[in-house]
């Protein structure tokens, strides 16, 4: 079994709607992370949690919010989608301890139409 | 700010060996990580140098000259399977941020 899962894969969805993308992971890690892979700009990090009652932005949040449900549950929202969010999504993990190497999901593919 | 550079594309014929290098510069600087990214797939972890000097593992190698801010990724005997993105990414306080990838294609 995959040790960090994404649900859905694949999304398509009109502009306006409201889209959660979520994350599980049966690694034990504490932090947790959602990442968005535009071509030719490489990962960006829009939200990370280091435990439970951790929430931080991250580099690109606007348009979005997380919910940390548990330690092993994150899930990203998109309250109302526009076509510049069409892009690959990342659910990533980390343990406190060795955090240098994070651990991917195998990403969501969403298109806003 | 933040800037990170890399090659956007390289080519080599299998067997041979490539070098991948990446310049960055972050707000702070904790150490750097490589990520590899096959076509449709997730990326995964392949090093991290937190001093200067190189680290070896197998086949890939990693180098990070600090007082630079430079690093770089050294694939030898390269392989069919070896191509893929690969990303540096620079360690900037606790997160890291990602470069733009560099597209590695090995010939037969």
């Known amino acids: 079994d995959a040790d960090v899962t994404q649900t859905p894969r694949n999304r398509i969805t009109k502009t306006g709607k409201r889209i959660m993308l979520e994350c599980s992971q049966t690694k034990g890690h504490d932090r947790m992370y959602w990442y968005r892979q535009d071509p030719g700009l490489g990962l960006r990090l829009i939200y990370y949690s280091f435990d439970v009652k951790d929430i931080n932005k991250g580099e690109i949040s606007d348009g979005y919010s997380v919910s940390r449900q548990a330690q092993a549950k994150f899930s990203l929202s998109l309250e109302s989608a526009i076509p510049n969010q069409t892009a690959l999504y990342f659910c990533a993990t980390s343990d406190t301890d060795s955090y240098n190497e994070q651990f991917f999901g195998p990403g969501t593919r969403l298109t806003v139409l | 700010g933040q800037s990170l550079e890399q090659p956007s594309e390289v080519t080599a014929v299998e067997g041979a060996i490539v070098q991948i290098n990446c310049t960055y510069q972050t707000s702070g600087f904790y150490g750097l990580s490589w990520y590899q990214q096959h076509d449709g797939g997730a990326p995964t972890f392949l090093s991290y140098n937190a001093l200067d000097g190189l680290e070896e593992t197998g086949r890939f190698s990693s180098f990070l000259s600090r007082s630079d801010s430079y690093g770089y990724l050294l694939l030898q005997e390269l392989q069919m399977k070896d191509s893929a993105s690969y990303f540096c990414?620079?360690?900037?306080?606790?997160?890291?941020?990602f470069g733009p990838g560099t597209r590695l294609s090995v010939l037969p």
């Open positions: 990414a620079p360690r900037d306080g606790q997160n890291f941020v």
